[in-house]
């Protein structure tokens, strides 16, 4: 059975800092590709950032140089550091493996301006 768990979201001032982790089981998780997705409220879900089996990254443009995804392999774990955080980056975050098409229960980030 493959899950996701999520931890690391709050309530931060605009500008500070968190970092999502998230830990995943009953996987490959060296094989598969990994991804955030936020969504906040009255708005559809959007990926945020994505990692692949080989390392490699991409961003949404609404937070390239500010977020920075990784995955530490021998942990089973992908992260988001989140930086320079904005009110308009308040969302629920959510770990997906894109290859096992599973989510995780989400964490509530919130942004105060």
């Known amino acids: 059975q493959v899950q996701l768990v999520e931890s690391g979201g709050g309530l931060v001032q605009a500008g500070g800092s968190l970092r999502l982790s998230c830990a995943a089981s009953?996987?490959?998780?060296?094989?598969?590709?990994m991804a955030w997705y936020r969504q906040a409220p009255g708005k559809q879900r959007e990926l945020v950032a994505r990692?692949?089996?080989?390392?490699?990254?991409n961003y949404a443009n609404s937070v390239r140089g500010r977020f920075t995804i990784s995955r530490d392999n021998a942990k089973s774990t992908v992260s988001l550091q989140m930086n320079s955080l904005k009110p308009e980056d308040t969302a629920v975050y959510y770990c997906?493996?894109?290859?096992?098409?599973?989510w995780g229960q989400g964490t509530q980030v919130a942004v105060s301006s």
């Open positions: 997906v493996s894109l290859d096992a098409n599973v």
């Open positions: 009953g996987i490959i998780f060296s094989a598969n590709n």
């Open positions: 990692i692949f089996s080989g390392g490699t990254t």
